[in-house]
């Protein structure tokens, strides 16, 4: 027996030891390093339970290895009669009851400061969908400000086709901006299933519910870039909706916010004026990459059945008006959505014109023809 | 009640039926039959489940997409769920009851013989339907074993065989349950009161109990989802007025007492087990029933902390919490019992003993895990992260395998009169808690760290901790194929097994039955002081 278990624990270093050294990655193994009251609230509590959770475990177990070291059969131990005692068990169910409103107490402060979202200095909704984030600042410096947030790491990452950097799977196209130690209110909601915007070194987490509105809050209390991921199934690419924070000063941020609203104001595209096939073509990869790949993939085959050919497809090379159709509101059967989501919301005109006009023009789909941003507007309902 | 016993006294003591081979496990009323049905049934079930947990483990070895794709990793995460829960460990805990609970009150038989044949007989129906779901269109629901709405109504055809299984096990455990209810409540031989009964089937008629209130809830929640696909209805559409989040409610209204139906029968193994190798009475006996009853009935006030993330007022936050912490202290009394029960005993320790003592270690992890999980704040940090996985794995999953194994260990010589080996079952529990402890402790740090579950990919940091947790999983997986060796070698060359092979075993089936047990157990009721 004894030497089984030294062989036993021999063979869990051994393995151990194997694994850690095939990765040069540093061992994490408590929570992130905390940038908010509530995260460091979050931590505080959790090392005190934990402190309490080893005294028990230390006193639980002391006590068993000792009967199992001491009263052996094999060591002549006879057995003791008894089997009940009320004093004892009186006493090991008031004492535990104890100690749970003792961790009750700084555990409710904690609840109550992280459910107290009032007075906020600025407020964002957060926009779940399948499978990026929405962001639009409602209230506060930098309102009106809205964009999607999409992960930035390469498919060749993903697929092993190329070296994984640094921050890989963790990375955004853009980033939430938020300037530090401001009350950020947070409100979530999603536009197809059920999400969860979290980001972990602030101690927020939040599910976002399609159809209605929940909120939560953070003030971060230094500058730096702070990572998350969805933290609820929503579908196939759950694993790849990062969602990223990024916390600046108070000067960084005005200064933000300006270049920000420029910048909105000169993407705004005109979808009034005639666009060439080449340049729908080329912003339409783009929008390819960014909405479509994950299903349709990259040589527009798909993953038949649950996502269907775009090469070749009746569909996609048939009416024009049936292929906007089916990008602006996705497709519905029996009533219900499928996983062609409406897009109607998250690009604009010119963008559906353009990634319509890739989708017939790539491959060995040869219309020749471009798809007018004009003409999706005229489809808009 | 005399009738059924009556009954059985007109038959020799082996016969088996009027039928043999394939045709004598159809048709078979007998309750160690059925027993035995149930355990190998849920054996196969364990070997399915186990081999989609590899396939997963196999993905997460290194960061990038190389095994699956997301879509399939997502219907694995599923179908594992699903497979352990359903078809796993609830059967292998009903054919534990099946075989023991008549021997140990001293009955012939269970009390709805032909209901007992049917029970068992929807299973591989619900099985097989779960399996052809992988076949249709859009293969099985990638959707994980919650099934929460609305990424259900997304999903192909093969959701709706899933929810017509989960009909048929919902069915199957219920007629289950009636069935071990009566045979408790009015089977017992005279002199046996309820509270002289081995705790095994104290906690077994109160999981019967759970078991009738919680399966109906879960039939109604899948069903609804089923209208909401199929029928317009918009129960979890708040565009028809519907909430997404009124279908966590009623799956863990059912959810929660799910989790102690699978962990009280395991209690119940343990508190046989530990007192046989202890060669002293089960400590606390009175409180061991109130405490497995209390259990059972705060299970149903603490459903909503496995949402504490979806947004409710703050007094309901609190509410849940606090229910959820009382839990603490009926579970602590258990643990303490286990622990008494062994102090100043005459301890040996053969593989039933070891994998008692190793439940009790993989049990109290989780249940101060729970505790860590049950505050809000913190749950708020780890909800849907690799520490919940570890956690529910230690406390429910592992917890209760390991009980299942130390159950098996123990009457596999009263079942087949064959001894195991000895030295094999010792290795088999050293691999296993090694291995099971190499998968699962270091998904505590993952999910402290920030991995969330339920993804096929992730970030570069969380790359060791990942490989770790693989190669355990593949260590446990083939410890498992060592375990259905020693079983076979016990039955069909194992050493004879004398009368009474654990000296401190003292319930009726080791004390009024010859080894191996007669088909048929009590022709004549034993009478009991």
């Known amino acids: ?381 | 009640m005399s009738t059924v016993a009556e009954h059985a006294h007109g038959h020799s003591a082996d016969h088996h039926g009027g039928y043999s081979g394939v045709m004598r496990w159809i048709t078979t009323t007998n309750h160690k039959d059925i027993g035995t049905l149930y355990l190998w049934f849920s054996f196969v079930m364990f070997l399915v489940g186990g081999v989609m947990a590899l396939v997963m483990r196999a993905e997460l070895f290194a960061p990038g997409l190389q095994v699956v794709a997301p879509d399939f990793f997502n219907q694995m995460i599923t179908m594992h769920g699903l497979i352990m829960v359903f078809g796993a460990i609830m059967p292998a805990f009903v054919g534990f009851a099946n075989w023991q609970i008549p021997m140990m009150i001293g009955a012939p038989d269970m009390a709805f013989a032909r209901l007992n044949n049917w029970s068992f007989w929807l299973l591989p129906f619900a099985g097989a339907l779960l399996i052809l779901s992988f076949f249709m269109p859009g293969g099985a629901p990638g959707v994980g074993w919650t099934l929460y709405a609305p990424l259900t109504l997304q999903m192909g055809i093969g959701m709706d065989l899933t929810i017509f299984a989960v009909h048929i096990l919902g069915m199957s455990s219920i007629l289950g349950s009636i069935n071990i209810i009566t045979t408790i409540l009015n089977m017992r031989a005279p002199g046996m009161t309820l509270m002289k009964m081995p705790l095994f089937c104290w906690t077994w008629l109160i999981t019967a109990y759970l078991l009738v209130a919680a399966m109906p809830v879960l039939a109604g929640a899948v069903t609804m989802t089923l209208t909401d696909r199929h029928f317009g209805t918009t129960f979890f559409n708040a565009a028809g007025g519907g909430d997404p989040v009124l279908y966590q409610h009623i799956f863990w209204f059912f959810g929660h007492p799910e989790v102690y139906i699978i962990a009280l029968p395991a209690f119940g193994v343990i508190s046989q087990v530990i007192p046989a190798f202890s060669r002293k009475p089960l400590f606390g006996y009175t409180s061991m029933v109130y405490a497995t009853a209390a259990i059972a009935i705060l299970s149903f006030i603490v459903w909503a902390h496995h949402m504490y993330t979806v947004g409710m007022p703050v007094e309901g936050q609190l509410f849940f919490m606090y229910a959820t912490t009382l839990i603490a202290v009926p579970t602590g009394v258990k643990v303490f019992n286990w622990v008494a029960t062994m102090w100043r005993g005459s301890l040996s320790f053969e593989t039933p003993m070891l994998f008692a003592l190793g439940f009790l270690f993989l049990f109290t992890m989780g249940g101060f895990t729970g505790l860590v999980l049950s505050l809000a704040p913190i749950d708020i940090q780890l909800h849907d992260t690799y520490y919940v996985v570890a956690h529910f794995h230690y406390v429910m999953a592992i917890g209760a395998v390991f009980a299942g194994f130390a159950g098996v260990y123990f009457w596999l010589p009263k079942w087949t009169g064959r001894m195991y080996d000895e030295r094999l079952g010792k290795w088999h529990f050293w691999l296993s808690t090694i291995f099971v402890n190499m998968t699962f402790f270091v998904q505590h740090f993952l999910g402290l760290a920030g991995m969330p579950r339920r993804i096929p990919d992730y970030p570069l940091m969380f790359e060791t901790w990942n490989k770790i947790s693989s190669i355990g999983a593949f260590g446990f997986g083939l410890a498992q194929i060592l375990f259905l060796y020693i079983v076979l070698k016990a039955i069909r060359s194992g050493e004879k097994a004398p009368e009474r092979p654990w000296e401190g075993a003292d319930s009726l089936e080791w004390t009024h039955l010859p080894t191996p047990v007669p088909y048929h157990s009590f022709e004549t009721r034993p009478v009991l002081k």
């Open chain 1, 1 to 381: 027996m004894a030497t089984s278990k030294v062989r036993g624990l021999a063979l869990f270093c051994a393995a151990l030891a194997a694994a850690a050294s095939g990765a040069a990655f540093a061992l994490e193994w408590n929570l992130q390093p905390a940038a908010s009251p509530i995260a460091r609230d979050i931590h505080d509590l959790h090392e005190y339970i934990m402190l309490l959770v080893a005294v028990i475990f230390v006193g639980v177990f002391g006590v068993m290895f000792y009967a199992v070291y001491a009263h052996r059969k094999d060591k002549g131990h006879k057995p003791a009669k008894f089997h009940e005692s009320t004093t004892v068990e009186v006493v090991w169910t008031i004492i535990p009851a104890l100690i749970l409103v003792v961790i009750a107490w700084p555990t409710t402060r904690v609840v109550l400061a992280q459910k107290d979202t009032s007075g906020p200095d600025l407020t964002i909704k957060v926009t779940g969908y399948q499978w990026k984030w929405g962001y639009e600042y409602l209230k506060g410096e930098g309102e009106g400000i809205q964009f999607v947030s999409r992960l930035a790491t390469p498919r060749e990452q993903i697929e092993g086709k190329a070296p994984k950097g640094e921050h890989y799977l963790l990375e955004v196209d853009h980033e939430l901006v938020v300037p530090v130690g401001k009350k950020v209110r947070i409100l979530t909601t999603a536009a197809d299933v059920i999400h969860a915007w979290w980001i972990p070194a602030l101690g927020v987490k939040q599910d976002a519910i399609p159809g209605f509105i929940r909120d939560t809050w953070f003030r971060a209390d230094r500058t730096g870039v702070f990572r998350g991921q969805c933290a609820e199934l929503c579908g196939k690419e759950h694993g790849f909706m990062p969602a990223v924070v990024r916390v600046v000063s108070q000067e960084d941020y005005t200064k933000w916010v300006a270049e920000k609203k420029k910048a909105l104001a000169a993407a705004a595209d005109d979808p009034a004026r005639p666009w060439t096939l080449e340049e729908l073509k080329a912003r339409g990869e783009k929008v390819y990459a960014a909405n479509c790949v994950a299903c349709h993939q990259a040589n527009g085959r798909g993953t038949p059945p649950a996502f269907p050919p775009l090469d070749g497809s009746a569909l996609v090379l048939g009416p024009e008006a049936k292929v906007v159709d089916v990008v602006l509101n996705g497709v519905v059967r029996d009533g219900k959505p499928t996983a062609m989501a409406a897009f109607g919301k998250q690009l604009n005109d010119v963008e559906i014109a353009a990634v319509i006009t890739f989708a017939r023009n790539n491959w060995g789909n040869r219309t020749g023809e471009a798809v007018q941003p004009a003409a999706v507007k005229a489809l808009r309902k």
